[in-house]
């Protein structure tokens, strides 16, 4: 038991989203972090964040990709359009790919709630 303690708390951590680990070109791991910021899941913060990702999938350039059929780049599109520096910070350093589980996406939504001023309640 004492053997899978380090894989028990590595699925742990994936899971709370500060650790990622993956495989390069070469077959060797390694290991994404990325900044967390707190997110309390209410429904008036899940209501704010839904209304800006909405307002931002209607907007221009993420409406014209949802044309195209290319999901992870309207995603991509629509998370950079609600808040450019969240973005940035999380997301720019290893961009999301399609089919992956986005375990940073709590740490955004907090993010996106400190930036904006508004509370986390």
């Given amino acids: 038991m004492a053997a899978a303690t380090p894989r028990v708390l ?3 951590l994936l899971i709370f989203g ?3 680990t993956g495989r390069t070109a070469d077959g060797t791991s390694k290991t994404f972090t990325f900044p967390e910021f707190p997110y309390k899941e209410t429904g008036k913060n899940e ?3 839904r209304e800006f990702e909405q307002a931002c999938e209607q907007s221009g350039a993420c409406r014209m990709l ?3 059929g290319n999901s992870i780049t309207k995603v991509r599109c629509i998370r950079e ?3 450019p520096s969240c973005y940035q910070e999380i997301y ?3 961009q999301l790919e399609e089919g992956e589980i986005d375990v ?3 740490s955004f939504k907090g993010c996106f709630m400190q930036r904006s001023g508004r509370p986390r309640k």
């Fill in 10 to 12: 590595a699925i742990i």
């Fill in 18 to 20: 500060q650790l990622r």
């Fill in 47 to 49: 209501l704010l964040f």
């Fill in 66 to 68: 949802q044309q195209q």
């Fill in 81 to 83: 359009c609600v808040s």
């Fill in 92 to 94: 720019l350093p290893d």
């Fill in 104 to 106: 940073r996406l709590n």
